[in-house]
């Protein structure tokens, strides 16, 4: 073997200084998963980008992708979520890409598209990476980590939650058509965690960490749930997304506080999610109200003598 001159070493140590971080594999996806017939049409790897959301927004907007775009990026310096949050991770410890769809379904039922890709994600990781997963409405992916139940130290030795925040999704118009993002974390260490209630596959047990196995599974998982809510022309009963969503959301059956637009804030049971993909509240005075966009936070239980508080 010839050995490589000193500058050359160099940047191949850069770029695999991190061994338990590959690199996506863009051929072997391609070839996986676009094939004739199939959802996904083109697939696209960068090694770093502001959003993936914005850039495949911004090429559908231009006429130039079909459906079933899909981009990912290795590394996101601008990810956003919900309510403009960012959402940063170290290169290749996650998931992060979009994928572009034009659902010939109502527009009214589009609004299903976030909470679709919801399950399509929490069933591919539950059989991939084989860990429980549940859904918080309207978009994240949460975890249980060993260590967090009954209030425990978490593995970053904050008090337990029950629950971490894994993934979310972020679904926006464009073109003629609907971009949906996803993040999830991956192999974050505790120490690389964003906040305390964040978590990752890794901490959470995952038997599995490498993300081309598991790009594969959401993918496929997403292309089988999309096309059967569009053979239902959208309609969450007749498809199942309705029971799916509702057997997984961990929203359901507790206190909450839906904090509104316009600076107002809605607390009650969420009993519900109605035909509409909306979270539905029974406030003390036994009011339901549906609830269409807001940020949702979980409250514990009341203790007696105490009041209700948020999660951390």
Same mark, same amino acid.
């Given at each position: ?11 191949d140590? &850069? ?9 996506l ?50 590394e996101q310096s ?11 991770a170290p290169?290749?410890s ?62 970053? &030795? ?11 999704? *972020? ?16 192999? *974050?260490t ?24 598991? *790009? ?31 057997? &997984? ?7 909450v506080?839906a ?6 804030? *809605? ?5 519900a ?20 966009? &807001? ?18």
């Amino acid at each position: 073997m010839t050995p490589q001159p000193p500058e050359n070493r160099d940047k191949d140590a &850069g770029r695999w200084s991190d061994l338990g971080r590959p690199p996506l594999n863009a051929t072997a996806l391609r070839r996986a998963l676009v094939r004739p017939g199939a959802l996904w049409t083109s697939l696209d790897v960068v090694p770093a980008t502001g959003s993936t959301n914005t850039d495949l927004a911004a090429r559908a907007a231009g006429g130039e992708v079909e459906e079933g775009a899909v981009l990912v990026a290795e590394e996101q310096s601008a990810g956003r979520g919900r309510l403009n949050r960012s959402w940063s991770a170290p290169p290749r410890s996650g998931l992060f890409f979009s994928v572009y769809l034009t659902p010939r379904v109502p527009v009214q039922r589009w609004g299903w598209l976030p909470l679709l890709t919801g399950v399509a994600t929490a069933t591919a990781l539950s059989r991939t990476a084989g860990i429980d997963t549940a859904l918080k409405w309207p978009n994240d992916i949460l975890v249980s980590c060993p260590g967090d139940d009954d209030g425990a130290a978490g593995p970053d &030795g904050t008090p337990g939650t029950g629950e971490r925040k894994v993934g979310g999704i *972020l679904a926006e118009r464009a073109g003629s058509g609907v971009v949906i993002g996803i993040g999830l974390n991956v192999s *974050l260490t505790a120490a690389e965690l964003p906040v305390p209630t964040a978590g990752s596959l890794a901490l959470a047990g995952a038997r599995t960490t490498d993300r081309d196995p598991l *790009l594969r599974a959401v993918l496929r998982s997403l292309e089988e749930w999309y096309a059967t809510w569009q053979s239902a022309v959208g309609d969450p009963g007749a498809s199942r997304l309705l029971e799916t969503y509702t057997a &997984g959301c961990a929203t359901l059956g507790r206190s909450v506080r839906a904090e509104l637009p316009g600076d107002t804030a *809605l607390t009650g049971e969420a009993v519900a999610i109605d035909a509409d993909g909306r979270l539905v509240l029974a406030t003390a005075n036994g009011v339901r109200h549906p609830v269409g966009a &807001g940020d949702i936070i979980h409250l514990r239980a009341t203790r007696p003598g105490g009041d209700d508080s948020p999660e951390p």
